[in-house]
């Protein structure tokens, strides 16, 4: 199994999760991760992030993702994310 597809079952198990429990959404804020990377980044992006980022995995199928603009296009391709929003000066 390759790392995308990986990615996409383990946010459709966590979506899973979510209505079992009753829960909204899964809120994971990262910061610039190769020095001090997020485990969880693991099972829901694959990859490193430059920026500070928010993944937002909702229980309705509707997860988004909000990353500085150098990561918006890995995220894009990644395809388990129905929104990515980039931004260039800051998340905040």
Not at 40 to 48: K, N, P, R, S, W
Not at 57 to 83: C, F, K, P, W
């Given at each position: 199994m390759?790392?995308?597809?990986?990615?996409?079952?383990?946010?459709?198990?966590?979506?899973?999760?979510?209505?079992?429990?009753?829960?909204?959404?899964?809120?994971?804020?990262?910061?610039?991760t190769?020095?001090?990377?997020?485990?969880v980044?693991?099972?829901?992006?694959?990859?490193?992030?430059?920026?500070?980022s928010?993944?937002?995995?909702s229980r309705?199928?509707?997860?988004?993702?909000?990353?500085?603009?150098?990561?918006?296009?890995n995220v894009?391709?990644?395809?388990?994310?129905?929104?990515?929003?980039?931004?260039?000066?800051?998340?905040?």
């Amino acid at each position: 199994m390759d790392d995308q597809k990986l990615i996409q079952e383990k946010i459709a198990q966590a979506t899973d999760i979510l209505r079992e429990f009753d829960i909204d959404v899964w809120l994971t804020f990262v910061r610039e991760t190769p020095l001090s990377p997020d485990p969880v980044l693991d099972f829901i992006l694959g990859q490193h992030v430059t920026w500070h980022s928010a993944f937002l995995i909702s229980r309705q199928g509707q997860h988004t993702a909000i990353v500085g603009h150098y990561d918006a296009e890995n995220v894009r391709n990644l395809g388990a994310y129905n929104q990515i929003v980039g931004y260039h000066q800051g998340i905040g």
